[in-house]
């Protein structure tokens, strides 16, 4: 059965400084018409960053969830740039390091059930210390060094929730196996 919903007409409802929302109304495999609301995103990447066996996680406070996540470095790629770029330029925004070495260790769609964003990971080995530390104007953040054992029970008493930050932790120990 072909599973495609074919798009009969498509509308921007919201034009935000991060995202932009569009209703879809489509035509289903069945035949019959319903509504999609679609969340574009420019994309992002996030960095597995390790030195001493230790994973650097930064800790902020999130809006939507009105309290403090424990994540790795991640940020939304800009218009034009290269995301291997833009996880250099977040890496050291957030926590003061920079890298010449970076690998590709997955990537992965965060929500696709309502949104296409594709966030790229990234690992790094090599952490220079910067004596910038930059965040954004309107970012704010502890950091944390955790060994893999202990990212991995942070995980299982659910102190580290976010998704991008579980698949890198997911990916991390794969790495270490082989």
């Given at each position: 059965?072909?599973?495609?919903?074919?798009?009969i007409?498509k509308?921007?409802?919201?034009?935000?400084?991060v995202?932009?929302?569009?209703?879809?109304?489509?035509?289903?495999?069945?035949g019959?018409?319903?509504v999609?609301?679609?969340?574009k995103?420019?994309?992002?990447?996030a960095?597995?960053a390790?030195?001493?066996?230790?994973?650097?996680f930064?800790?902020?406070?999130?809006?939507?969830?009105?309290r403090?996540?424990?994540?790795?470095p991640?940020?939304?790629?800009?218009?034009?740039?290269e995301?291997?770029?833009t996880?250099?330029?977040?890496?050291e925004?957030?926590?003061?390091y920079?890298?010449?070495?970076?690998?590709?260790?997955?990537?992965?769609?965060?929500?696709?059930?309502?949104?296409?964003?594709?966030?790229?990971l990234?690992?790094?080995?090599?952490?220079?210390?910067?004596?910038?530390?930059?965040?954004?104007?309107?970012e704010?953040?502890?950091?944390?060094?955790?060994?893999?054992?202990?990212?991995?029970?942070?995980?299982?008493?659910?102190?580290i929730?976010?998704?991008?930050?579980?698949?890198?932790?997911?990916?991390?120990?794969?790495?270490?196996?082989k």
């Open positions: 059965m072909d599973l495609t919903e074919r798009t007409e509308k921007q409802i919201m034009d935000g400084k995202i932009k929302v569009e209703k879809h109304i489509v035509t289903l495999p069945n019959k018409e319903t999609r609301e679609v969340v995103h420019p994309g992002a990447v960095i597995l390790v030195k001493d066996k230790k994973i650097l930064v800790e902020q406070f999130r809006k939507a969830m009105e403090c996540l424990i994540e790795i991640a940020g939304k790629v800009e218009s034009g740039e995301r291997v770029n996880a250099k330029r977040e890496l925004e957030e926590t003061g920079t890298t010449q070495q970076l690998s590709l260790l997955n990537e992965f769609y965060v929500s696709p059930g309502f949104c296409d964003e594709y966030i790229s990234y690992y790094t080995d090599t952490l220079i210390a910067s004596s910038i530390l930059s965040p954004d104007e309107d704010f953040v502890n950091h944390h060094w955790l060994t893999l054992d202990e990212a991995l029970q942070w995980i299982d008493e659910g102190r929730e976010d998704a991008k930050t579980i698949i890198a932790i997911l990916n991390y120990q794969l790495k270490m196996r």
